[in-house]
């Protein structure tokens, strides 16, 4: 390819399996409990983003337990907050997600992750991904969470990337879909969960990574078509 392109991705819960990482992290506190409690903290964790804006991730997590467990009636020990951040680490990438970024890479696409974590926490899962990574966005570099808009007008002003050489892919609708399609990015939606949002704004919709070096090209060459 004789000009740049970009594929950016959202990272937990489109390439690692956050879910798995929160339900894992809850189960040990309060074992027998951990899939009931993901669902809890799903609704809590981007009110904490709404509210602390420049919040750490490690402490969004920590705050977002937190209330997980109150509303489910349970004791939370202070220390016990942590947890999620610890487990971080070892949270695991979806099975498919290492060849579709390899693919990516091998067909000529610089590869960005555009995330809401902290620096420390991209870096340990950088290593699990298998794949260099040519540029990384965090919310503690921009001081905002997605679906702010942030994440994507840093990554565009920092590497000079124009919209026509750029797809954006990620799991979540609300964090990713959304706003960049208020940005007129493209996108391709990872509806990993089978969820029932309007998937017109999309520009693809895949049920996980496999053929995403295919899908990507299509969108971007009807893009430039």
Known sequence: MSEVHWATFDCFGTLVDWRHGIATGAELLFPGRGAELLEI????????????????????????????????????LEDDASVLAAGIPYWPIFPDTRAALAELREAGWRLALLTNCDRDFIGESQRRLGVPIDAIVTAEDVGTY????????????????????????????????????????????????????????????????????????????????
């Open 41 to 76: 903290y799903n609704r809590h964790e981007p009110q904490v983003q709404r509210e602390f804006p420049a919040m750490r991730y490690r402490h969004v997590m920590a705050e977002a337990l937190r209330r997980t467990a109150e509303e489910a009636g349970l004791e939370l």
């Open 146 to 225: 997605k679906p702010h808009h942030n994440h994507f007008t840093r990554f565009e002003e920092s590497f000079g990337v124009t919209r026509d050489r750029w797809v954006h892919v990620a799991q979540s609708y609300f964090h990713d879909m959304v706003p960049a399609r208020e940005l007129g990015i493209s996108r391709i939606w990872i509806n990993r969960l089978h969820e029932s949002d309007d998937p017109s704004i999309a520009d693809a919709v895949l049920p996980g990574l496999h053929g995403l070096a295919e899908t990507v090209a299509q969108v971007h060459l009807g893009r430039r078509g």
